[in-house]
Every structure is written in structure tokens, then in C-alpha cells.
């Protein structure tokens, strides 16, 4: 049974950083993609960055520079390092992971088959 538990959010001013744990179980390690989504209210969920079992990485552009996205050294838990956070980074973050498959270039919901419960992160301004 797969699972994915997310860890690490919360509250912070403006400019500060938070950092974000996915720990992942049930699957294989071999070869997988995991990512970062985020969803604030009335606005669709949107991708923020992946990382796949061979280290390759992808960032949304809003975040490019500013966040990182890394593996332990025994690819069972992803990181996402969120420094100069800003009032629109304020959402619900989720990790997914798609199965035997890298990254493609462009990450799309659809092809992740396991979802965290979401975790909660707000930006203040």
C-alpha cells in the first residue's frame, strides 16, 4: 500500500522559508517522479516542482531560484526547500508520485497516481 506523508508546514512572514518532507512508502525506489502541487482557494491545483528517482529536477517558474526540491540518500524522502517566500506561495501543498516512470519534461496531475493529504502553508505579508 503506497503511502505519503507530508511534514514541515506552516505559518511565516513574508521573505522567511519554510521546508517541506514527503516521506514515501509502499512503492518501488528503483524508478519513480515526485512531486510538489499546490492548490490555494478558487484556484486550480498547480504543479511546483519534481524530482525523479535518477535526480533529474523540474521547477515551475514562479519558483525557480527560490525554491529545491531534493531526494535523501535512500530516495524515500523528498524535500522541498522554500526560501523568499512571498503571499502568493500561500496554499495547500501536496506530494504525489508517479510510478516506474523519470519525470517527464512538463508534470501534469494525470499522471500521478498517489496523493498526500495536503499540508498547509500561508505566507503573510
Known amino acids: 500500500q503506497v503511502e505519503l506523508v507530508e511534514s514541515g508546514g506552516g505559518s511565516v512572514q513574508a521573505g522567511g522559508s519554510l521546508r517541506l518532507s514527503c516521506a514515501g512508502s509502499?512503492?518501488?525506489?528503483?524508478?519513480?517522479?515526485m512531486a510538489w502541487f499546490r492548490q490555494s482557494p478558487g484556484k486550480e491545483r498547480e504543479v511546483v516542482a519534481g524530482i525523479d528517482s535518477d535526480g533529474n529536477t523540474r521547477y515551475e517558474d514562479s519558483v525557480k531560484g527560490r525554491f529545491a526540491i531534493s531526494l535523501d540518500k535512500a530516495k524515500t524522502t523528498m524535500d522541498l526547500q522554500m526560501n523568499s517566500l512571498e503571499p502568493e506561495d500561500s496554499a495547500t501543498y501536496y506530494c504525489?508520485?508517479?510510478?516506474?516512470?523519470?519525470?517527464?519534461?512538463?508534470?501534469?496531475?494525470?499522471?500521478?497516481?498517489?496523493w498526500g493529504q495536503g499540508i498547509l502553508v500561508t505566507v503573510s505579508s
Open positions: 504525489a508520485v508517479e510510478t516506474f516512470a523519470y519525470c517527464s519534461r512538463t508534470l501534469r496531475e494525470s499522471q500521478f497516481e498517489y
Open positions: 509502499g512503492y518501488s525506489y528503483s524508478m519513480y517522479c
